[in-house]
């Protein structure tokens, strides 16, 4: 079937759902991205749904050539802690070996990107851990986060999704002047790629990790 029910060429959807990869080594520095660009993207994400219909998300987007380069420095503090996960990870697993190999070479060089997105959400989880809530304010953004991760793609741009600087959110929020109430939820460099064909990853059948009615009831 070309064409869905709702009229999307499945194979061009399929296609962008399946190939909107993690990049990092891909990532073309050299290039500019247009702050036009970059609005259309969060234009389609503010599309995301939200909990509450509350769309507390907001959007800081540095290209500022000395601030990428602090927020480059800061990141590259977790450099230990990546290279730590490595070795406790990879055993023998080529594709885990890349991710890692381009962890590294991106921590190392992220202050580089020509633009570094940090999305937020306005309103930060109670000091007592609170499944429900954290899921709220959590899941609310980082559907948005896709949304603009894709919309990237489309456009023949990339993008990584990071989380080492949250280490250090306090430092960060007093750079850009934040207010206190606003949670950083990620970072992502954001640059057009070198090359376009981007092919799924290895992953396991989605039989093997869907139970039906019951935790641990395949079916096939």
Not at 82 to 110: F, K, M, P
Not at 131 to 152: D, E, H, K, R
């Amino acid at each position: 079937m070309s064409e869905s029910p709702a009229g999307f060429d499945l194979a061009t959807v399929d296609r962008l759902l399946s190939t909107t990869r993690a990049v990092r080594q891909r990532l073309d520095f050299s290039r500019p991205v247009e702050t036009e660009v970059i609005h259309e993207c969060i234009r389609l994400s503010q599309q995301a749904p939200t909990a509450s219909n509350q769309q507390t998300w907001r959007w800081l987007v540095v290209t500022d050539a000395t601030k990428r380069q602090q927020l480059g420095e800061i990141y590259a503090r977790g450099l230990p802690a990546i290279e730590a996960s490595g070795e406790t990870t990879i055993r023998g697993d080529s594709q885990t070996q890349r991710v890692y190999d381009g962890a590294i070479w991106l921590a190392e060089h992220i202050g580089e990107a020509p633009a570094l997105v940090i999305p937020c959400a306005v309103g930060r989880p109670p000091d007592a851990f609170n499944s429900t809530l954290n899921a709220s304010i959590y899941g609310s953004v980082v559907q948005a986060v896709w949304s603009f991760q894709l919309a990237l793609r489309s456009r023949g741009l990339g993008s990584c999704f990071t989380t080492l600087h949250l280490a250090y959110e306090p430092e960060i929020r007093e750079i850009f002047e934040m207010p206190d109430e606003v949670l950083q939820i990620a970072m992502l460099p954001v640059a057009y790629t070198l090359g376009t064909d981007f092919k799924p990853a290895k992953r396991p059948p989605p039989e093997t990790i869907t139970y039906w009615d019951r935790w641990g009831e395949h079916r096939s």
